[in-house]
């Protein structure tokens, strides 16, 4: 069974705020598509597990892990009584060649190597499990969701570590006899003690570079008209409450200046002061921990990103909102 949701990356929700906000450059544009495709390639992933079902083993979905010093990043780890299992989740496309321990497109060496960091996070699996005097084995394999990748290579153990596409169902059948119980839930637990913060993310966008303001969730336009309580998109149509806009706001907020916490005057200055600072304030307290220190006070979202409060909100919120799809 699935034990967590699988959330998109702080990097992912940077490049997705600062696209609504700016002219991404080229290099921008490539990280957002390949940070995109790998994300759809793990639902995709997750997508057939849901289908062939997964109650016999529990999973962990897109996380970081810290042994010793380090931090390693994982994209599924599916636990059971006897073995871990890690399951890189790559979405290539193309024609790839494996020979004499190295990767190839188009004739190119790639500086990625899918199956050293397989056998990374494995290693990383292993150390966790002999801190903590556990006794499982630990196997792994690099899962290529891409419907039109192919890889030519000699190497059975690349064979041996690599899933395709058309293999994953079969695959995720194989878990069927494998089996939970209190062993299993203490592999569980060791694992979670374990999660980390993602320590490579240092992203911080200057703010001179975006347009200020809010903007429509439906269709990304700026040009809002204003009610009492609520903003109505001159583009398309769709109403959103005040509250839902300083949600995503905050959302934005804390994954653009990610090593910097919110300050009324900062969120007043993104949103170009749309909405009064009673306002704000208002929302800051309900949507953030407040911190205190001297003379300023800064606020900290409570959660990863909007989608959790919007969610748990919606229905009972006053002033509903209206998305024309």
Not at 97 to 121: F, M
Not at 219 to 239: D, M, P, V, W
Request: charged share 30%.
């Amino acid at each position: 069974m699935f034990l967590n949701k699988r959330l998109m990356s702080s990097e992912f929700l940077y490049y997705k705020a600062l696209e609504k906000r700016t002219e991404l450059n080229f290099k921008e544009k490539r990280n957002l598509y390949n940070i995109e495709k790998g994300f759809d390639g793990e639902c995709l992933y997750d997508k057939i597990f849901d289908e062939i079902g997964h109650e016999s083993v529990y999973v962990l979905r897109g996380l970081h892990l810290k042994a010793g010093k380090s931090i390693t990043q994982f994209d599924s780890i599916v636990i059971s009584m006897d073995r871990v299992v890690v399951n890189e989740i790559k979405n290539y496309s193309g024609d790839y060649l494996y020979e004499n321990n190295a990767w190839y497109r188009n004739g190119k060496q790639l500086k990625d190597n899918a199956h050293i960091q397989l056998s990374r996070a494995k290693g990383k699996i292993i150390q966790l499990r002999d801190e903590a005097g556990l006794h499982f084995n630990v196997e792994g394999a690099v899962i290529f969701t891409g419907d039109d990748f192919r890889l030519t290579t000699e190497s059975d153990h690349i064979w041996s570590e690599t899933v395709m596409l058309n293999q994953l169902r079969n695959y995720f059948r194989e878990f069927k006899d494998d089996r939970i119980g209190d062993k299993a839930k203490s592999i569980v637990r060791h694992i979670k003690n374990a999660i980390a913060e993602n320590p490579y993310f240092e992203e911080e966008v200057d703010i001179s570079r975006l347009q200020r303001g809010l903007y429509c969730g439906a269709c990304g336009s700026f040009e809002l008209i204003k009610g009492r309580f609520q903003y109505t998109c001159a583009s398309c149509g769709s109403i959103e409450s005040n509250e839902t806009h300083l949600l995503r706001t905050m959302s934005d907020h804390k994954f653009l200046f990610y090593n910097q916490p919110i300050t009324k005057q900062s969120l007043l200055y993104l949103i170009d002061y749309q909405i009064s600072e009673d306002g704000a304030y208002r929302f800051l307290k309900k949507y953030c921990h407040i911190n205190l220190r001297a003379k300023k006070t800064t606020y900290t979202f409570k959660y990863y990103d909007w989608e959790e409060p919007i969610a748990q909100i919606k229905h009972n919120q006053r002033y509903k909102d209206k998305i024309q799809s």
